[in-house]
């Protein structure tokens, strides 16, 4: 069982930069891919960002390409998701996911058992 827990999030003028952190406990090692997902208001949630656990594959949805950069530290069980030139769309609540694969990097919701509470993001124009 993995738990994770995200911080980082808040308020932010468009054009400006956060970074959210998720870190994991209570797994085995770190051999789980993590992703990042997001749901604005009245929206479902949608895929952001993912990594394999060796850091080297990582995912992007289109709208982030360029703007959003995911990383992890093993030796810390943490990822990272690096926001940049934020935009209002971009407000939303971001939650952090882990799945244990090894080869594979999931970008679906439903491939992930473990969910961070969520940290809401908020980017004003």
């Known amino acids: 069982q993995v738990q994770l827990v995200e911080s980082g999030g808040g308020l932010v003028q468009a054009g400006g930069s956060l970074r959210l952190s998720c870190a994991a406990s209570?797994?085995?090692?770190?051999?789980?891919?993590m992703g990042w997902f997001r749901q604005g208001p009245g929206k479902d949630r949608e895929f952001v960002a993912a990594v394999s656990w060796t850091g080297t594959n990582r995912y992007y949805t289109e709208a982030v390409k360029g703007r959003f950069t995911i990383s992890r530290d093993n030796a810390k069980n943490t990822v990272y998701l690096e926001m940049n030139s934020l935009k209002p769309e971009d407000t939303a609540v971001y939650y952090c996911?882990?799945?244990?694969?090894?080869?594979?990097?999931?970008?679906?919701?439903?491939?992930?058992?473990?969910w961070g509470q969520g940290t809401q993001v908020t980017v004003s124009s």
């Open positions: 209570g797994g085995s090692g770190s051999d789980y891919a």
């Open positions: 996911a882990a799945g244990y694969y090894v080869d594979y990097t999931p970008r679906r919701s439903d491939e992930y058992p473990y």
